[in-house]
């Protein structure tokens, strides 16, 4: 094992570098410092770009940089995976994160917002396969292996009631997964989905906002901190999610491929 000399720390992904979408807030911000505790080097791809270049200052300007890219632009995300390579030399993991809730304003199928239903298949699904392919491409000729994860849900393992959009987008990010695993595998490159349940970031709380109008803030976190996750005193937070995305990232989990590691302390199975 390899270990900073500073902190004896272990550094699980000591030299590696990783690709981030939606690095600038909530588990992209937070994988990115699980990654950089870790040895990687980051850089953070995302549209809030007074967040993206603090959260990158806040990890240190030798391990963490930030760039403007939308993921519904393929251009932008053949050129953010291309800046990984040009500014490091390697490329040994994307983390394709980025994502929108869409209006989840509760209403029937029936009059479901196809624009709202485009948008969402958009970021959640189409910038996915779009960040799996130009990871692939450049992953694969290189012959080093790679890690690709890619963020779906618990609303891509049950659905969710007035949720549709948003189901059908993450289910998508576990069918692509699956569809791709074999193929990449034969090139030492292994894509995995993770799975969260409820947290509390900015996605979810505008979410929220729209589900109980009249509740305040610390009301809404609530509800999602103890109702909305089932695990009796724990709370599910974008740190969980980010020591997932570490395994994943990892050599430790070199022969886990095309899987969907679900982190909802059981919620989907109960
Ligand atoms: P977040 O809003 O904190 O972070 C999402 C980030 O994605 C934001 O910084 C946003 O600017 C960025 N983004 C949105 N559209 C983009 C685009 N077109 N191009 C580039 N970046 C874009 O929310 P989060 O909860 O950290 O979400 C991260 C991922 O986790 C999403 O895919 C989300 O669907 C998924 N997820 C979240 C939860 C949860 O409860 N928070 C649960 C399951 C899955």
């Not at 694969?140 to 779906?152: D, E, F, Y």
Request: aromatic share 4%; with cysteine; glycine share 10%.
């Amino acid at each position: 094992a390899r270990h900073s000399s500073a902190a004896s720390h272990p550094q699980r992904l000591a030299g590696k570098v990783a690709v981030i979408t939606g690095g600038a807030s909530g588990i992209g911000k937070s994988t990115a410092a699980e990654f950089v505790r870790n040895g990687a080097r980051v850089i953070l791809a995302d549209v809030q770009d007074d967040l993206g270049h603090a959260v990158a200052a806040e990890l240190g300007r030798d391990a963490a940089c930030y760039t403007r890219c939308d993921v519904t632009d393929e251009a932008q995300v053949a050129a953010v995976i291309n800046l990984a390579v040009a500014r490091h030399g390697r490329l040994d993991v994307v983390f394709n994160n980025a994502g929108i809730s869409g209006d989840l304003t509760p209403a029937p199928i029936g009059s479901l917002d196809m624009d709202d239903f485009d948008r969402v298949m958009a970021v959640n699904a189409r910038a996915v396969v779009a960040g799996v392919k130009h990871a692939a491409r450049v992953m694969v000729p290189r012959r080093r292996g790679g890690s690709i994860i890619c963020t779906a849900s618990t609303a891509g393992v049950m659905g969710g009631v007035a949720m549709a959009p948003y189901s059908v987008a993450k289910m998508a990010v576990v069918g692509l997964v699956r569809a791709v695993a074999g193929e990449l595998a034969r090139s030492g490159v292994r894509v995995n989905a993770i799975s969260p349940h409820y947290i509390p970031t900015p996605l979810v709380m505008g979410a929220m906002a729209t589900w109980f109008p009249a509740t305040g803030a610390d009301e809404l976190r609530r509800i999602v901190e103890k109702d909305m996750n089932e695990m009796d005193g724990q709370v599910l937070e974008p740190e969980d999610v980010a020591r997932a995305a570490l395994y994943l990232a990892s050599d430790e989990s070199k022969y886990v491929n095309g899987h969907n590691l679900v982190v909802d302390g059981g919620f989907t199975v109960s």
